[in-house]
């Protein structure tokens, strides 16, 4: 159409290499199976958000980071003084997913699933490697003024356990505590020798 200026504007379909089609405010464009037309893909953005899919649906999508069979692959996250601030990559060498912070490694998880923290030498099925520092390794605290927190080491059918309490109550097999054997038969049980720096008192039961 003509305007007072002058200016002649045509659908930009009409000019040979301009591509035909149309789209939704803040979709991200995607081509068409026919290559020729552009449409909206499944991405949208809003400000400097990216988002995948529509809310509410129940739809299922992923990201494919396609690769060799070495490297690492993921996402890193940057900002204005680090390109590499932190990251979720998989290393495809060893088939292990990594987590970390300040551009350095502080957790991964193997091919056969052991986690490991603060180190990359599994020793168990989780590993907490603190390093040389002067810092509690590992703490289970409880936000309940009611209940302590609790660890227990169960065998698959849950029968036999080891139970740690806070509290000052350990509990290992059945409430019975054994030092030098695993299957104690009182309620302190000790093979070996006992050395005492300072007292045993002996109390009555009544």
């Known amino acids: 159409s003509s305007t007072a200026t002058g200016i002649n504007w045509i659908d930009g379909s009409a000019i040979p290499g301009v591509p035909a089609g149309s789209g939704t405010l ?12 552009l449409g909206d893909s499944i991405l949208s953005q809003n400000g400097t958000s990216i988002y995948q899919g529509v809310a509410g ?9 396609n690769t060799t069979t070495t490297g690492d692959s993921g996402l890193l996250f940057a900002d ?18 990594k987590f970390g912070t300040s551009n350095t490694e502080r957790m991964r998880i193997d091919s ?24 509690v390794g590992l703490v289970v605290n409880s936000t309940s003024a009611t209940y302590s927190p609790k660890l227990y080491l169960r065998d698959q059918g849950g029968a036999g356990f080891s139970e740690i309490q806070a509290n000052n109550d350990l509990y290992i097999n059945a409430a019975n505590v054994g030092i030098g054997t695993d299957n104690p038969g009182t309620k302190l049980d000790v093979q070996g020798t006992i050395r005492v720096n300072n007292e045993i008192q002996f109390v009555d039961a009544n």
Do not use: C
């Open 26 to 37: 803040n979709k991200v464009p995607l081509w068409t199976p026919d290559g020729d037309t």
């Open 57 to 65: 649906t129940s739809a299922s999508g992923y990201y494919y980071f």
């Open 80 to 97: 204005n003084t680090s390109t590499n601030s932190g990251f979720l990559t998989y290393n495809h060498d060893v088939d292990a997913m």
């Open 112 to 135: 056969t699933g052991q986690l490991m923290v603060g180190t990359t030498t599994p020793r168990g099925f989780t590993t907490i490697e603190q390093g040389n520092v002067n810092t």
